[in-house]
């Protein structure tokens, strides 16, 4: 268990919804990433939080967005969903912002139909 | 913008053998750190190893070691002992030493390796 928690684990929506994951960093892990996985794309970095701020950019689609509050749980939305953002999407948290490794969460496995 | 390159698909090993994973990555930074993760099929992502460039020398887990080599760069894995718990996709990961602040600071990860153990 490397003590970050998502939720939902899986979750099954239409096209053109909207949907928000969740995510609960390690405690005392001030740093929160969010990752894509898709068998197209593979593993994406998608953005970073800390510390309740926006610090870095991947490759995330204007569609999206996140935030972290100030307990330091994060949320990323989803909105108007296609089918080819059915996908795994991980969290990760670190405990600095400048980090050497990152504990990952269990993801949730998001299928658009 | 960085890139990791996994040229194996798929390796099988005999449990017990060693067999050694292979990626390169490009960059033209000078200060980064290398990892590789294992994501068995309970999909968890899990840090195997990490080696930071400054280091010339190789990073050890128990059975897991690497062979970095920075002029190369070529950053492999090899296992030695192999297990049957050791079945997963292997992912190489590369991440800047640079502070955040300017471009995206996460991993950029590698296609992935599906290691298969013979029993």
């Known amino acids: 268990d490397s003590g970050v928690t998502q939720t939902p684990k899986h979750l099954i929506t239409a096209t053109g919804q909207r949907v928000t994951l969740r995510c609960s960093p390690r405690?005392?892990?001030?740093?929160v990433y969010w990752y894509q996985q898709s068998l197209d794309q593979g593993l994406q970095f998608l953005i970073q939080?800390?510390?309740?701020?926006?610090?870095a950019k991947g490759n995330i689609l204007e569609r999206f967005s996140a935030q972290q509050f100030p307990d330091l749980h994060s949320e990323l939305n989803l909105s108007s969903l296609e089918l080819g953002d059915s996908a795994l999407y991980f969290c990760?948290?670190?405990?600095?912002?400048?980090?050497?490794?990152?504990?990952f969460g269990q993801g949730t496995r998001l299928t658009v139909v | 913008a960085q890139t990791v390159t996994q040229s194996q698909p798929e390796m099988s090993v005999q449990e017990a053998e060693t067999v050694t994973l292979s990626c390169t990555y490009d960059t033209s930074e000078s200060d980064y750190y290398l990892f590789w993760y294992k994501q068995p099929p309970s999909r968890q992502m899990i840090l195997v190893i990490r080696?930071?460039?400054?280091?010339?020398q190789n990073a050890t887990e128990n059975r897991f070691s690497v062979n970095f080599q920075k002029a190369a760069k070529s950053f492999s894995l090899k296992i030695s002992d192999s297990q049957l718990g050791d079945a997963a996709m292997y992912f190489c990961a590369y991440r800047s030493a640079l502070a955040s602040g300017g471009g995206a600071d996460g991993l950029t990860f590698g296609k992935g390796t599906h290691l298969i153990i013979q029993p």
């Open positions: 405690s005392g892990d001030l740093s």
């Open positions: 080696q930071e460039a400054y280091k010339q």
């Open positions: 939080y800390y510390n309740g701020e926006e610090r």
């Open positions: 990760a948290s670190s405990p600095r912002d400048s980090y050497t490794e990152a504990f």
